[in-house]
Structure formats: structure tokens, C-alpha cells
């Protein structure tokens, strides 16, 4: 069984910068694409920012030039470089990962808060 553990949310004011790690466990297997996506409060789930195991990236609209998505693959570890925050990204960050274990699934880690203040 895979799990993904995301951390480094919390409160930060605006103009502000927050880091955001998702680490896999598990035994046996293998990573594909890694995704963070957030939910704010009353709306739907969104996708951030994307990244290939060659580490070719996407961004949401809202977040370029702003965010950094980056992954290190021997620690199975997927990153959120937040810079310039502004209270609109403020929400539920959750990390999101294509793995093979015995078959391919989706993996989602449990969500960590990110709170922009005014």
C-alpha cells in the first residue's frame, strides 16, 4: 500500500511564501505524474500545478510565475514552491500521484491547510 504525506501548509500573510512537501511510502513501486491541487472553501477541487517523471511542468493560470512545482525522484518527494501569496490561494493543498504498485492508481495524501491573511 502507497501513501502520500503531504506538509508545510500553514498561515502566512500576503506577499508571503509557504514550501509544501509530499512524500510516497510504501514498498514496490513506481511514480508517474505528480499533481498538487487545491480546494478553497465552497468551491470545486482545482488542479495548480503538474509535473512528468522528466519533470515537464504546468501551471493553473492563477499560479504561474508565482508557484514552483519540483519533484526529487529518489525521495519519492514532490514540492510546492509558493511565492508572492495572495489571500485568494488560500485552501486545502492536496498532493496527488499516478502509481504502480501491482496495477496503476491514484493516490491522494490527506490535505494540508494553507491560509493567506490580508
Known amino acids: 500500500q502507497v501513501q502520500l504525506v503531504e506538509s508545510g501548509g500553514g498561515l502566512v500573510q500576503a506577499g508571503g511564501s509557504l514550501r509544501l512537501s509530499c512524500e510516497a511510502s510504501?514498498?514496490?513501486?513506481?511514480?508517474?505524474?505528480m499533481n498538487w491541487y487545491r480546494q478553497a472553501p465552497g468551491k470545486q477541487r482545482e488542479l495548480v500545478a503538474r509535473i512528468t517523471t522528466g519533470s515537464i511542468t504546468t501551471y493553473a493560470d492563477s499560479v504561474k510565475d508565482r508557484f514552483t512545482i519540483s519533484r526529487v525522484n529518489a525521495k519519492n518527494t514532490v514540492y510546492l514552491q509558493m511565492n508572492s501569496l495572495k489571500p485568494e490561494d488560500t485552501g486545502v493543498y492536496y498532493c496527488?500521484?499516478?502509481?504502480?504498485?501491482?496495477?496503476?492508481?491514484?493516490?491522494w495524501g490527506q490535505g494540508t491547510q494553507v491560509t493567506v491573511s490580508s
Open positions: 510504501g514498498s514496490s513501486f513506481t511514480i508517474a505524474i
Open positions: 496527488n500521484a499516478n502509481i504502480y504498485g501491482t496495477s496503476w492508481n491514484d493516490y
